[in-house]
Structures are given as structure tokens and as C-alpha cells.
């Protein structure tokens, strides 16, 4: 078992930045890959960003070259900046182990004022 514990979010005027952590608890020898994911109102959750054995990471085009993605022995985090109205969702912090099992944190609102 993993669990995830996301932090960091809040509002935003449009521009800033925030900074989201997700720290990993359990089995966490276990994961491979971890990554956000966001949803807004109205939409399906889709990938933010994520990063993969080896380091590899993967970014939604809307945020390339706003948000970066790192992680440590503690968890991931995302360092998001010049937010945009648009990137107002709830994010998820998201682990999948070798066991290809996936496990999601409870979410953290990210809303960004125009």
C-alpha cells in the first residue's frame, strides 16, 4: 500500500506561482512513476506532468515550459508559474508501483484570480 499526501495549493492571482508536494508513505519502494493530475469542473482529470524511472518526465502541452516537475526520497513536487486562470483544477498527486497498481492523494484546489 501507498499513500500520498499533496499540500501547496491555494489562490493565486494570475502570474504567480505555487509550489505543490506530494510526500509518499508506505510500500513507496515500490513505485515507479509518479505524477499530477488535474481536474477541473465540468472536465475529466487529465495528466499535468509526470516523472519516470530513470527521470524521464512527460508534460501536458498547456504547461510546457510553466511547470516543472522534481522529486525526491520524500515524494514529487510541482513548481508551477506564470499561472493562468486556466490551470484552476484540483490536483492529484498520482503513484504507479511495479505491481502497476495506482494510487491517487486526496487533492489539493489550485485556483488562479484573473
Known amino acids: 500500500q501507498v499513500q500520498l499526501v499533496e499540500s501547496g495549493g491555494g489562490l493565486v492571482q494570475a502570474g504567480g506561482s505555487l509550489r505543490l508536494s506530494c510526500k509518499s508513505f508506505g510500500d513507496v519502494f515500490l513505485i515507479k512513476d509518479m505524477g499530477w493530475y488535474r481536474q477541473a469542473p465540468g472536465k475529466q482529470r487529465s495528466l499535468v506532468a509526470r516523472i519516470m524511472s530513470g527521470g524521464v518526465t512527460d508534460y501536458a502541452t498547456s504547461v510546457k515550459g510553466r511547470f516543472t516537475i522534481s522529486e525526491d526520497a520524500a515524494g514529487v513536487y510541482v513548481q508551477m508559474n506564470s499561472l493562468k486562470p486556466e490551470d484552476t483544477a484540483v490536483y492529484y498527486c498520482?503513484?504507479?508501483?511495479?505491481?502497476?497498481?495506482?494510487?491517487w492523494g486526496q487533492g489539493t484546489q489550485v485556483t488562479v484570480s484573473s
Open positions: 498520482n503513484a504507479l508501483t511495479t505491481r502497476n497498481r495506482e494510487y
